[in-house]
Nanobody, 124 residues
Framework: QVQLVESGGGLVQAGGSLRLFCAASESTFSNWSMGWFRQAPGKEREFVAAISWTGGTIYYSDSVKGRFTISRGNAKNTVYLQMNSLKPEDTAVYYC?????????????????WGQGTQVTVSS
């Protein structure tokens, strides 16, 4: 069964940084778009960032633009999310996502596979 496994979450103070990592269990994902979503308590899941399989097309939500960076790993079935200048409002469970379509479909939430999520907590 195909799996997306996230890691790298944790507790950090406001202004700090974290780096999330997601790996797909199959190399099939090498030419899929991948992305990150997050869900805070009591809120709906929201888009964070998406990247094409080449890494040449990237989208960010306005709330993280300029602070977060999405990138593909050397193994193309992996994706990173570098999060800098973290704010308490970034606190959420972060989910990795993968879809065979272009990154725009990931941006609007049309996703074939989801990870289990990793908790990110930013203290003030």
């Amino acid at each position: 069964q195909v799996q997306l496994v996230e890691s790298g979450g944790g507790l950090v103070q406001a202004g700090g940084s974290l780096r999330l990592f997601c790996a797909a269990s199959e190399s099939t994902f090498s030419n899929w778009s991948m992305g990150w979503f997050r869900q805070a308590p009591g809120k709906e899941r929201e888009f964070v960032a998406a990247i094409s399989w080449t890494g040449g097309t990237i989208y960010y939500s306005d709330s993280v633009k300029g602070r977060f960076t999405i990138s593909r790993g050397n193994a193309k079935n992996t994706v990173y999310l570098q999060m800098n200048s973290l704010k308490p409002e970034d606190t959420a469970v972060y989910y990795c996502a993968a879809d065979p379509g272009p990154p725009r479909t990931v941006e609007v939430g049309i996703v074939d596979y989801w990870g289990q999520g990793t908790q990110v907590t930013v203290s003030s």
